[in-house]
């Protein structure tokens, strides 16, 4: 029955992420060009960093509505396979977690702090090493002004980059797995907090999905700038890495530019993940009722 509920959540997860996706996909677009674009004028040699809604402008003129959804497609693809393996491994995690708790008799289930840290650390490491290739394609996409799809951008990333191209950014994706490290484990102690008086509800999901959002994201934002930079090809036709990433930046544009896009990214990131949990407690129950359904078919 564990195994089930696991399964459940992480098709849940799937369907949530996807719909939290669409909901707040324009915010994802500026987002990632705000990371991996400067705007260079001619009287200031500085990299100027447009705002949320230049940058809308400035997409919309050149490339039309369908500018801000670049990449949907692969997007949606990847938030799904990413939540549900995400989703998987956690609550695999968990559950073991809570087999040791009631062998050895404990009064409650709810994970501690340091095991929704493990739990997340697990989760979060799994979800990078098998999903990465899809946010390379996606980044390209998103980045570039040449519409195409995804497996024409898929070959030719193959082609003119070489297969290792789909593992770039990985180092900094590993270090990223703090961040669901750190939203999860702040969702799932206000969780276990509210559980003691009330239950649970679909708004107090979103809310808290949110805050542990905000906290995670504005921790770990350079890693999430240095991240989108190493998955787009740069002008010099070199492939950026760890060190040397963080040093053209910082060479180039100065701290602020491991910032750059901090305030559209993390109203995009909080948004997304509060419609993600929001949705995430809606479809789950579906997601019960779906896998007994199949059930009851193969019997």
Known sequence: ??????????????????????????LITLSTRAQTESMRTKKDSKAETLSALAAARKIVKREGIAGLYSGLDSALFGISVTNFVYYYFYESSRTIFQLSKAAAGAASMNLTTGESMLAGAVAGSATVVLTNPIWVVNTRMTVSEKKQGTLATIKEIASKDGLKTFFSGIAPALVLVINPILQYTIFEQLKNRVEKRRKFTSIDAFLYGALGKLVATTVTYPYITLKSRMQVKQKDGQQL???????????????????????TKVVQSVLTSAFLFFFKE??????????AILRSFRK
Do not use: C, R, W
């Not at 949530?16 to 669409?22: D, E, P, Q, T």
């Not at 809606?282 to 896998?291: G, K, P, Y």
């Open 1 to 26: 029955m564990a195994e089930n509920d696991n399964v459940a959540h992480a098709l849940a997860g799937a369907g949530g992420g996807a719909l939290s996706m669409v909901v707040t996909y324009p």
């Open 241 to 263: 890495n760890f060190l040397s990433g963080i040093k053209k930046i910082i060479n180039d544009e100065g701290i602020a530019g491991l910032y750059k896009g901090l305030d």
């Open 282 to 291: 809606q479809l789950f129950h579906f997601a019960i009722i779906f896998l």
